[in-house]
Structures are given as structure tokens and as C-alpha cells.
């Protein structure tokens, strides 16, 4: 039979391996033939199902030779190394990551260089001055002039309109609004190729530009000549041009003529490029753009598990104001990565003190009731006159509400709306430093309330900043936060409803080693319940895992990463996009429904297939070294070819069920989509390229439905 390329053989033996079939036979084949008594049957997985079992829980999903990888050193010491990410080689993936400069830059430098909205209307309204020199006076320029379009264009729509006298000869009775078509983004670091397939910004958050009046139409010979300079010169004539040339002549621009723009340029040259159309957005793509190039090429994969899992536990909202995408990025960089896997009470202080997160919950606009900064707003309100007085800023309880919920001891942690008070008036005066401008953490005591407080029978004397440390550290410590967190981590790595024992054992690790993240992993990697066979496949993948498993398992080469965030998009589960601070579930209820199940399938025949834009996976068979012999041939075609697919599924151990399913569905997929093709690959006369082909398109069909098979969508 004509064997299956590696690729498509990978998918079958790293991530169809089935409890019932690998593990039985493991078992019966070190069962005596001889016995009396019925045959034992271990709980435990063994061999390579406990390979395959970890890496599909502590990594977002194995690839082609990881299997191999982990047998050749053993199982102990490949988690060992995990615990450990400084102890893996990252140069290659930090080669990658050399495509988002901007991720590099700290959140003052990001803000300057590639201005937020917010900045722009500051601009636009002579608070802020316009950096001189090119090109960054060329991107705060073209973006000055589409915010004050689009400010132009919503002071005429709300505009009361005129009294007419008389019906105007048009027929129409207001001024005729100026266009308003958005500028087509160009090739951004999202897609450093140009993406044909999408139109819209990968991250769906970025606000469209408005257009300038018509253009006339961009001279082709002009669009040639832009195209056809070196790199440097091309980057040089678009900053040159002013909106709304530029955004015209980009608008004007073909499929192919957006690589070619973008073609041979630096990152740094890429990334200027975009920022000359939207500098915001530029940071938004580049942000999801290196988060999933880690969690997809990254070799520290339990530290990106790690990464994802803590994201979502502090979860903050990408669109909460316009400087959130430029605060997380030093959030996710400086905070949530390096502290992963050390110690949860200086993750937890690190997040507390960041202002990603003081912005996000407003704990930056809580006051004191009884703070200086208090008495002073009500005695300049006093000397207002009635009708021209503001409520004052007071007392913000969203942070204190969600650090004891979300963040340390629970919904039933113990604690009452009282202690969430008393945490909000510990925490008053911690907030950011212009906040607009890329201002880091800043104590205010104006803004802190003063006096002593008690938090669940714990008195927190007035000392100003340090009483906030002290309360963290307090809920960092708390059994009921170890068993929070514990419960936690093991819905996530174990089961939807992880056993009592073992949340106990890891919750104890937690208390006898100061919270010891990496500490608590061991337990649970060491513990019985994690190996049972009955938690083998039992965690449905969230649609990001089920995305990057994807790629990862098909050893995809990826250039372009706005298909794989358009379709966690589709998917219900866009990067950052988890507008309530309790982040996404992690529990298989909330993924499955019918719907999803087809958008899985619909990206897992897209990828198989070659259609998506920038991403590429090789499904050519190998060649064929010792042909069947004429005699085992069917005269049905597709016959022949169901059998080709049966060979190679039997060897994954799936289930009689989950076999006829596959075949019947090959079977139908082969006959819709290329009927007589199947009789190209049985004619031994048959052009040697064009019986490739067929082959390939049959193995493309053949991965797409085991990408998208139940198995594969379950960890």
C-alpha cells in the first residue's frame, strides 16, 4: 500500500492513541497466555499513553518526533526541564520573536513610538507636541489626520439639521456627507506576506479609520514604480505620503501587490510601515503576534501553558481603554511570563502593583472617603454653586472584590462584603502615574485612606503603601487560597471535576513551600489521579489549544498569523478578548455545542487543505518503494483507497466506531468532491504527477478529518 507521509502518521500515533486500544494492549501483552485467574488490568497508564497523556496536558500539543524526544531522555527528566524553561534552548524562538520589535519596548517607549488614539486627539488638540524628524512624525501626522476626519464626520452626524423652505431640487435634505469607506489595512506584522483572505484587523478591536474625500484612482505605472524600488527607497515614498494618498494608494493595492509592498523589508521596516496606517492596531496585532508564535514554535512549552493559565486567572479585557493593549504587553512580558512557575505571592504582588491592572479594575480612580485627596474635592465643591457640582471620585471596590474572588481564596473563601471594604480602603492610593502617557505604578497617600483596618479578624495598622503589601501577602497565604488555586490548576490538567485527595495534596505543597507554583505542578505530575487512565482524553480542548495543537501536530510552517486569530475569534475565544475579569472557562461544557464543533472542522479541512493564507503543511505522500501487487487491488477505485485509509488508522488503536465514522466520511468527502480521481491512483498507467496529486488531495482530506475527529479535539 502506498505508505502515508510522516506528517499525517504523527497525527494518527501522537494524538488518536485511545485509551481502549493503546492501553489493553500494553496490558495484554504483558499478561501470561497461561492463567487461571482473569487477566489484570492496570488503572495506571503505561509506555508511551503516559507520554503522549503528559504531553498532551503539560504542552499546548505534541509535535511530529516529540513522542521519540521524550522516550529517548525519559518522561521524569523532560518535566524536570519544563520546570526549569531557563534550561531550554530558546534561540530559535527568539529569532522569531525578532519579527515584533515593538514587543521589546517598554510601555512609555511604545506609546511614543507608536501612538495611541487617546495621544493623537491630545495632539489634534494642541496638548501634545508632534515629534519631529522622519518617519515618526509621518505616523502621528496620517493618524492626526484620520482622527480629525472622523471627529469632523461625528460633529456633522450629530449636527441638528437645517430648516428647509422648500424640498431642494435633489430631493435630499442635508449636505452630502463625505466618503466614508475605510482604509484597507496593509501588510502588518501580523502577516509580513499580505493576507488576501481578510480585510479586517487580526485582533477585530482596532477602530476603522475613516476615509478622506474620493480619491481619483492611483496611477498603475505610480503603484509599479512604488513596488518595484529596493526596500529602503519603498519604505522612504511611503513616508512620503500624506493621508489620504497613502491610505488611497494602499486601498488600490491587489493581493500580490500587498506582498510585493512589504516584500524583502526588516521588521523594523514592516512594522513602520503598518504603524503608518494605524500605529494602535500595529501594537494589538504584534501583542497576539508573538503570543501565539510562543505558544506555537516555543520548545518551554509548560511555561506557555503556564503563561495562558495565569493570563486568564488575572484576566484583563484588551479593550478596556485605548492604553490596555500597550500596558499588556509589558504585563504578559515582565510579569506573568517570568513569574509562571515561581512563587504565586510575588506573582500575585506583581500584578497587584501593575497598571494593566489597576486600570482595568479602577482601583487607580478609588479615593480614600475620609483621604486628604476627599476632603479637598468636597470643600471645592462646596464653593460651587449647586447645579455645577460633580459627584466626587470615592471609593472603588472592583479590584478588592475580584483580588479575594478571582485571584487568592474564592467565592467561598471565607470572606464577606465588610472585608471587601476594608481591602478597597487598604488599597486606596495605589494607582499609575499619567496613565495616558505610559506611567508606571505610583503610591498617591492623598488618595489612601487613613486609620486602621481589619480584614477577615486581621488588623492592618495604618502604614500607608505597606499595608496593601501585607494584605497580599496575608491572602497568599490563606489554606483557603492553596485550595483555590489548587482546585484550579487541576480542572485545568486533570479533569472537569478534579478529585478531593489530590486538590488536598497540592493545596499542602502550596502551604509547606510559601506557594511554590512549580512545587504544586510536581505533586500533581507525581500523583496517581493524573495518571489514571480514566483522565486519558477526558479534557475537551478549549479553542486554543484545540488551534495551536493544530498547527503543532501537522508541523506547520507559519507566516501569517491572522488566520489562526481570526479563527480563535470564530471560535468564541479571541487573545485578550475576555471582557469579564473571570477569563475563559477551562470546563468542556462551555466549548462544546454544535456550532463550535463545526467551526473546529471548518479551520481543521482549511489548514489540511492549504487554505489558509501564509500557513503551510505538507501532506505529499512518500514514494512509493514496493507497489501491491496487481492481485490485492479491487476493480473499485475508491475501494482501494479506503483501504490505504484503514491501514493506517488501525495502527492508532481508535475504536471499531470511530473507524467505520472516518471511513464513511472519507469515503463520502472522496466521491463528492473528486469522483473518479480514486481511479487515477489504481491505474498503474496513470501520469506519475497527476497520481500524485490526487494523493496529496486525498491525504489534505484524510488529515482534515482526523484534525477535526473527537479525538483530536480532546486532551
Not at 450629530?158 to 466618503?179: C, W
Not at 504584534?286 to 510562543?294: F, G, P, Y
Not at 449647586?386 to 471609593?395: D, I, K, M, V
Not at 469579564?580 to 473546529?600: A, E, I, N, Q
Request: with cysteine; net charge negative; hydrophobic share 40%.
Amino acid at each position: 500500500m502506498q505508505p502515508f507521509h510522516g506528517t499525517v502518521s504523527a497525527l494518527l500515533c501522537l494524538s488518536l492513541l485511545s485509551p481502549s486500544g493503546l492501553v489493553t494492549a500494553q496490558v495484554a501483552a504483558q499478561t501470561p497466555v497461561a492463567s487461571s485467574r482473569p487477566a489484570y488490568r492496570s488503572t495506571q497508564l503505561q509506555g508511551d499513553a503516559r507520554i503522549l497523556h503528559a504531553l498532551s496536558r503539560f504542552t499546548f500539543g505534541p509535535r511530529p518526533g516529540d513522542l521519540e524526544v521524550v522516550r529517548s531522555i525519559g518522561l521524569d527528566k523532560w518535566f524536570e526541564q519544563q520546570l526549569h524553561p531557563e534550561s531550554i534552548d530558546s534561540s530559535e524562538l527568539n529569532r522569531r520573536l525578532a519579527q515584533y520589535p515593538a514587543m521589546q519596548l517598554n510601555t512609555d517607549q511604545l506609546l511614543y513610538q507608536l501612538p495611541s488614539n487617546a495621544l493623537i486627539r491630545q495632539a489634534v488638540n494642541g496638548r501634545l507636541s508632534v515629534p519631529t524628524g522622519e518617519p515618526l512624525q509621518a505616523i502621528y501626522e496620517n493618524q492626526m489626520d484620520r482622527v480629525s476626519a472622523r471627529l469632523q464626520q461625528q460633529r456633522q452626524q450629530n449636527a441638528p439639521l437645517p430648516q428647509q423652505t422648500a424640498a431642494p431640487a435633489s430631493g435630499m435634505n442635508a449636505p452630502a456627507m463625505e466618503g466614508q469607506n475605510e482604509a484597507s489595512p496593509n501588510a502588518n506584522p501580523m502577516n509580513r506576506a499580505g493576507d488576501p483572505a481578510s480585510q479586517e484587523m487580526m485582533s477585530g478591536s482596532a477602530q476603522p479609520s475613516p476615509a478622506a474625500p474620493a480619491q481619483p484612482p492611483v496611477d498603475t505605472l505610480l503603484t509599479q514604480d512604488i513596488l518595484g524600488l529596493p526596500a529602503e527607497q519603498r519604505v522612504s515614498r511611503l513616508v512620503s505620503m500624506r493621508q489620504p494618498e497613502l491610505d488611497t494608494f494602499l486601498k488600490s493595492l491587489k493581493p500580490k501587490e500587498r506582498a510585493d509592498l512589504v516584500s524583502g523589508l526588516s521588521p523594523q521596516q514592516a512594522e513602520l510601515v503598518s504603524a503608518l496606517e494605524n500605529p494602535e492596531a500595529t501594537v494589538v496585532d504584534e501583542l497576539i503576534a508573538q503570543r501565539l508564535t510562543r505558544d506555537i514554535e516555543s520548545s518551554a512549552q509548560l511555561q506557555e501553558v503556564m503563561t495562558d493559565f495565569w493570563l486568564n486567572h488575572f484576566n484583563i479585557y484588551l479593550r478596556k481603554d485605548e492604553v490596555m493593549p500597550y500596558e499588556l504587553v509589558s504585563f504578559e512580558r515582565d510579569i506573568v511570563r517570568p513569574l509562571a512557575l515561581g512563587k504565586f505571592e510575588d506573582l500575585l504582588e506583581a500584578t497587584a502593583h501593575s497598571p494593566a491592572m489597576l486600570l482595568y479594575l479602577d482601583n487607580a480612580s478609588s479615593i480614600g472617603p475620609h483621604s486628604i485627596a476627599a476632603e479637598r474635592a468636597a470643600f471645592n465643591a462646596s464653593r460651587r454653586p449647586a447645579n455645577q457640582r460633580q459627584a466626587p471620585e470615592g471609593l472603588n471596590e472592583n479590584y478588592a472584590r475580584e483580588l479575594m474572588e478571582l485571584h487568592t481564596l474564592g467565592v467561598n473563601g471565607g470572606y464577606t462584603q465588610a472585608d471587601v471594604t476594608q481591602v478597597a480602603r487598604i488599597l486606596t492610593g495605589w494607582g499609575v502615574a499619567q496613565p495616558q502617557r505610559g506611567g508606571g505604578f505610583e503610591f498617591n497617600p492623598n488618595r489612601h485612606e487613613p486609620g486602621a483596618k481589619k480584614v477577615m479578624g486581621q488588623k492592618f495598622k495604618d502604614h500607608g503603601e505597606a499595608e496593601g503589601r501585607e494584605l497580599l501577602h496575608f491572602l497568599a497565604t490563606r489554606p483557603a487560597t492553596a485550595q483555590f488555586l489548587s482546585r484550579e490548576l487541576a480542572i485545568r490538567f486533570v479533569s472537569d471535576d478534579p478529585p478531593q485527595p489530590l486538590i488536598d495534596r497540592m493545596a499542602h505543597t502550596y502551604m509547606t513551600t510559601g506557594g511554590d507554583i512549580a512545587a504544586v505542578l510536581s505533586t500533581l505530575y507525581h500523583s496517581p489521579e493524573f495518571w489514571s487512565a480514566s483522565s486519558y482524553h477526558a479534557k475537551v480542548k478549549t479553542p486554543i489549544e484545540y488551534v495551536v495543537s493544530a498547527l503543532r501536530a501537522s508541523d506547520a510552517s507559519v507566516d501569517n498569523l491572522r488566520p489562526v486569530a481570526n479563527a480563535l475569534r470564530q471560535m468564541g475565544m479571541p487573545l485578550y478578548g475576555c471582557i469579564p475579569p473571570s477569563g475563559y472557562s477551562w470546563k468542556s461544557t462551555d466549548w462544546v455545542s454544535t456550532g463550535s464543533l463545526v467551526d473546529r472542522m471548518n479551520f481543521a479541512l482549511a489548514l489540511a487543505a492549504g487554505r489558509l493564507p501564509g500557513i503551510f503543511a505538507d501532506w505529499a505522500p512518500q514514494p512509493q518503494d514496493d507497489p501491491p501487487p496487481a492481485a490485492t487491488q479491487s476493480s473499485d477505485p475508491i475501494v482501494n483507497e479506503e483501504a490505504r485509509l484503514e491501514a493506517a488508522l488501525i495502527p492508532a488503536g481508535l475504536d471499531p466506531a470511530t473507524r467505520t465514522a472516518l471511513l464513511q466520511q472519507f469515503h463520502d468527502e472522496i466521491a463528492q468532491r473528486a469522483p473518479g480521481a480514486a481511479v487515477v491512483t489504481a491505474n498503474p498507467n496513470a501520469n506519475p504527477r497527476r497520481a500524485a496529486n490526487v494523493l496529496q488531495r486525498e491525504d489534505q482530506l484524510l488529515a482534515g478529518l482526523l484534525i477535526g475527529s473527537p479525538e483530536f479535539q480532546r486532551r
